[in-house]
């Protein structure tokens, strides 16, 4: 029997270590906390967040995107990282009246349907920053909210990319038109 040489009976090893260096700086996982974009993502769901950077050199996020904000950037109106859609992108007007959301005078539905808000709102969203809404529109933590208003995509830690936990609801998160 041929024995193999040191060096290649820890090579698995560094590959799998190797793989878990690179996962780790390229996604994290996050849990749902709370009913914001419900049903979306439930209360208490495992996810894998892409660590992705936007600013307007960098690229900026794509309309309907599931992103989740820094908790220091939105701490005005939630505890914990803040997890919400992209509705308006740097130069939109949003337009919150009637209960229809509309986006540069269009009616946005989210990519699962959702549509509405109650309140009345209109905004243009600056340069650098996007306007969020959670799908769960009863919950106003998000660029509706006074305290919040449009956030800097800077403040975007990444982008929802998985439900993991339960698995009974794995899968991807919809997002984008």
Not at 14 to 23: E, K, P
Not at 27 to 47: H, S, W
Not at 67 to 81: H, L, P, Q, R
Request: proline share 6%; charged share 25%.
């Amino acid at each position: 029997m041929q024995e193999f040489p040191q060096r290649r009976r820890r090579s698995p090893y560094a590959i799998a270590f190797a793989l878990a260096l690179i996962m780790f700086i390229l996604v994290a996982p996050e849990v749902n906390e709370g009913k914001a974009m419900d049903p979306t993502i439930k209360d208490g769901q495992f996810l894998v967040v892409s660590k992705t950077g936007y600013s307007q050199n960098r690229g900026i996020p794509d309309r309907g995107q599931v992103v989740i904000m820094e908790k220091t950037a939105c701490k005005k109106v939630s505890e914990d990282n803040l997890i919400a859609r992209v509705v308006g992108l740097p130069g939109d007007k949003v337009v919150i009246s009637d209960g229809k959301v509309l986006v540069n005078g269009k009616e946005y539905v989210t990519p699962n349907g959702i549509r509405g808000s109650g309140g009345s709102l209109e905004v243009t969203v600056p340069e650098d920053d996007v306007f969020i809404m959670c799908d769960n529109r009863k919950v106003m933590k998000d660029s509706r909210n006074s305290k919040l208003g449009t956030v800097s995509m800077r403040d975007i830690k990444g982008d929802v990319l998985l439900k993991v936990w339960p698995f009974s609801d794995f899968g991807t998160v919809p997002d984008s038109e």
